[in-house]
């Protein structure tokens, strides 16, 4: 069994990007993606931390994309927290595989599939050993998933939500882009939603700072990553109430 984590971080929400499930393709989801992000999630279980999840649409459709194509912004909307849901499936499927208990809520009810989003029921899956993962953003259109990632972490009671990316935290700029961007290890609420930063939507942020849960950005590509970052090792940001460092 893994050692409990260092930082006191009872229940976490783990927020992923859809990108993220691609893995090397340039569409869809990568099985091989799937399978090692479900294995670290399964250490953090065997840690014994309470894990929720929300997982991104954008590798199969991504809502403001469509929009700005023409398609009406509700209709894409609600395309893009279908593919949600797909996301969900595959990582449900992943984790069961290896033995991990885990319940799929969708905030548009569809019985044949999964749950619908019920709170107390969540937590009481979390309290159980579950992992749940959390579809179909809020079931409103105009929100994104990093806005249902803040609202059902604060819902959840979280200690903590965690944003698993492609890059190892915030930068001042987009190191793949600028060579010269300088990467934080501390930021504040007002420090992220002054310099725009946009690590997440301003109104995620927004309620992270309302509800006081703070907001580690880390990498999510490298084996292990998660829980090192959980034991308060390995690189990352976290934002917080604390000035930028």
Do not use: W
């Amino acid at each position: 069994m893994s050692e409990p984590p260092h930082k006191p971080y009872r229940r976490v929400l783990l927020k992923v990007s859809g990108e993220v499930l691609m893995g090397d393709t340039p569409y869809g989801i990568d099985t091989t993606t799937v399978q090692a992000v479900a294995e670290d999630i399964a250490e953090i279980v065997k840690s014994g931390v309470e894990l929720c999840l929300v997982i991104g649409g954008g590798n199969i459709f991504r809502g403001m994309a469509g929009a700005a194509k023409g398609m009406e912004r509700s209709s894409a909307d609600y395309m893009g927290m279908l593919a949600t849901v797909m996301n969900a499936l595959a990582m449900q499927d992943a984790l069961e595989r290896i033995g991990v208990s885990t319940r799929v809520q969708s905030a548009i009810p569809m019985a044949t599939v999964c749950e619908p989003y019920i709170r107390r029921r969540a937590q009481r899956h979390l309290e159980k050993g579950r992992v749940v993962i959390f579809a179909a953003g809020t079931g409103n259109p105009f929100f994104t998933t990093d806005t249902a990632a803040a609202l059902r972490a604060a819902e959840m009671q979280c200690d903590a939500l965690f944003k698993g990316t492609s890059v190892d935290g915030i930068y001042s700029a987009d190191p793949k882009k600028d060579p010269a961007a300088k990467r934080y290890d501390t930021l504040s609420y007002m420090d992220v939603l002054a310099q725009d930063l946009r690590v997440m939507d301003a109104s995620a942020v927004a309620l992270m700072r309302d509800n006081n849960i703070p907001i580690v950005v880390f990498s999510i590509k490298g084996r292990g990553n998660l829980l090192n970052v959980l034991r308060g090792e390995g690189t990352h940001t976290v934002v917080s109430t604390a000035r930028a460092a």
